[in-house]
T-cell receptor, first 113, second 117 residues
């Protein structure tokens, strides 16, 4: 079984709709992250959480919100989706040690029409 | 804040050719360095990492990378590429804070590598 899972894997939604992307992990890591990937721009950090009570904005948090429901769950919400939020979204986890290697989920492809 | 620059956005090589993908970062402190690979339709996988010790690190599938601190570089190399190496390659950095952890990875924009049979 995958250590980091994301649901849904693909989603098409309309402008103005609220949508939630979910991430679950079985690695027992405290740290979780949300990134978006756009062609030619690499991955950019949206939000990150070092534990259930600690949530921080990343490079591009505008238009997004997150919820850390438990150590294993970290969800990303688009309150009112817009077309330029069409992207591939990745969740990642890490254990926060000195290397802090991150482990990525399979991604959610979101299209906003 | 740190930044990462990958020199080539698209690289096309023939099988058996040698590969070097450039990566430079900007940050004056201690960093961990990573190369991730994303095969078509798949998620990111760690190819190799550097955090301390020998600056020449070896990873999956015959890839290696050398950390040159004076040049702020972490270039990826492979002496002989294969068709199956076709993928997107990302260099990433996390800058270590005083507490030892980091605030997420900073990625380069990626290099799309195509290997022609």
């Amino acid at each position: 079984d995958a250590d980091v899972t994301q649901t849904p894997r693909n989603r098409i939604t309309k402008t103005g709709k609220r949508i939630m992307l979910e991430c679950s992990q079985t690695k027992g890591h405290d740290r979780m992250y949300w990134y978006r990937q756009d062609p030619g721009l690499g991955l950019r950090l949206i939000y990150y959480s070092f534990d259930v009570k600690d949530i921080n904005k990343g490079e591009i948090s505008d238009g997004y919100s997150v919820s850390r429901q438990a150590q294993a769950k970290f969800s990303l919400s688009l309150e009112s989706a817009i077309p330029n939020q069409t992207a591939l979204y990745f969740c990642a986890t890490s254990d926060g040690n000195s290397v802090d290697e991150q482990y990525f989920g399979p991604g959610t492809r979101l299209t906003v029409t | 804040a740190q930044s990462v620059s990958q020199h080539n956005h698209h690289v096309i090589l023939s099988e058996a050719a040698s590969l070097e993908l450039g990566c430079n970062y900007s940050y004056g402190g201690t960093v961990n360095l990573f190369w991730y690979v994303q095969y078509p339709g798949q998620h990111l996988q760690l190819l190799l990492k550097y955090f301390s010790g020998d600056p020449l690190v070896k990873g999956l599938k015959g890839f290696e990378a050398e950390f040159i601190k004076s040049k702020f570089s972490f270039n990826l190399r492979k002496p002989s590429v294969q068709w199956s190496d076709t993928a997107e390659y990302f260099c990433a950095v996390n800058a270590l804070s005083g507490g030892g952890g980091a605030d997420g990875l900073t990625f380069g924009k990626g290099t799309h590598l195509i290997i022609q049979p």
